[in-house]
């Protein structure tokens, strides 16, 4: 099966209804309005000036982001405010993840299981990259809020609990119920206790006692710490399996292997490009303008179909130059471009480095997930193969 034929079942398998009727809206143009839906945006070109204009169209409105995740998260996380506060905190927040404490910090947790990993590669061992992403993006992401979970079984319990809660939200989902709000709360209420007493300590070798130094208050910092919590597992575990595949599937990996030097981030982009990790992002119109000459109006929900925009730019292909519209668009663009940016950078490049010089690999066992938000395998088994 080739490696778009994989990608396809996985959203398929993901979102057997709602996938569909996603993809027959990049069919009727470049920006459309759905009854019921609301404005449906499917060109990168369209897209970007919403997302670079956070006073016209905004997180906290009706059918917003903010609608859904408020109630879990609290009213201070970034993902729904706008305006002044937003880009206070937002200044506050973006000291933390710059790329030299990312990598610093990414090497010093993944140091000790990247070398387990690596030799159970070496020796011949078959190795699920779903299961090894997972524990491994939930080791960094405990670090970063303080967590005191030290092993793999921990991490593993770490991910699935946030898999609980992601997976409660489709495609099509527009708030939580109560019952859902109160399941997500009690995952992430201890998640947020702890998180304080990270900050409460001070110590600026942490995440949240950097928090503290920068400003933030305890409640931003317990918001914030929820917020990477949810987002910052997902985006990494689900793509590395999804990397290894296209790379594999389309006779890339060897060439990425022997040049990762200049080829592995083209090959972590252009992967991000055809798996995008946001397959859809929200908007409630503020005041009358138009998207891609199509009139909207205030209360109008927006959808960017960050999916159709990326795959408009045709299948994996790693010399695929990305034109200025697209850039890195499956993490949004302007005010609220993702601040976790240099962190999944940071994961992604050295897990993907221990599985090329670990290599070559092949692939041995695949199967794709259902339940899930965002698409993935449910299991991706590789081993070294014979040289």
Aim: charged share 25%; with cysteine.
């Amino acid at each position: 099966m080739s490696a778009m034929a994989w990608e396809r079942r996985l959203y398929m398998t993901a979102h057997p209804f709602a996938y569909p009727l996603l993809r027959a809206a990049a069919r009727r143009g470049p920006v459309v309005r759905v009854p019921g839906v609301g404005v449906i945006v499917n060109s990168a070109a369209a897209a970007r000036p919403v997302l670079m204009d956070g006073e016209t169209f905004r997180k906290d409105g009706p059918g917003s982001p903010g609608e859904l995740w408020t109630p879990v998260l609290g009213p201070s996380v970034l993902l729904n405010m706008e305006g002044d506060a937003h880009r206070a905190l937002r200044r506050r927040l973006t000291e933390l993840f710059t790329p030299s404490y990312t990598e610093e910090l990414c090497g010093r947790v993944l140091a000790a299981p990247l070398s387990r990993l690596g030799d159970r590669l070496a020796r011949g061992a078959e190795v699920d990259l779903v299961d090894a992403s997972r524990v491994l993006a939930a080791a960094v992401i405990s670090e970063v809020i303080g967590l005191e979970a030290r092993d793999e079984a921990a991490h593993r319990h770490l991910f699935e609990q946030g898999e609980r809660i992601v997976s409660m939200v489709s495609l099509r989902t527009r708030r939580l119920s109560p019952s859902q709000v109160a399941r997500a709360r009690e995952v992430l209420d201890p998640l947020g206790d702890t998180a304080a007493k990270a900050y409460a300590s001070g110590d600026e070798s942490t995440v949240m006692g950097r928090m503290r130094t920068l400003g933030l208050s305890e409640d931003e910092a317990r918001g914030a710490a929820g917020a990477f919590f949810l987002t910052g597992t997902e985006t990494v575990a689900t793509l590395i399996p999804r990397l290894i595949g296209l790379l594999h599937d389309s006779g890339q990996l060897a060439r990425v292997a022997a040049a990762p030097d200049t080829l592995l981030d083209p090959a972590i982009e252009e992967a991000m490009r055809v798996a995008t990790p946001t397959p859809v992002m929200l908007r409630s119109v503020h005041r009358a303008t138009s998207v891609g000459g199509v009139a909207v109006r205030p209360g109008d929900r927006i959808l960017i179909a960050t999916h159709n925009c990326c795959r408009a730019f045709g299948d994996f292909d790693l010399d695929r130059p990305h034109p200025p519209e697209l850039r890195r668009l499956w993490f949004g663009a302007g005010p609220h471009f993702c601040i976790g940016y240099p962190l999944a950078m940071a994961e992604i490049r050295l897990i993907v480095r221990t599985l090329l010089d670990a290599g070559p690999l092949t692939i041995t066992r695949r199967a794709a997930a259902r339940g899930v938000l965002i698409p993935t395998y449910r299991t991706f088994r590789v081993r070294r193969a014979a040289r």
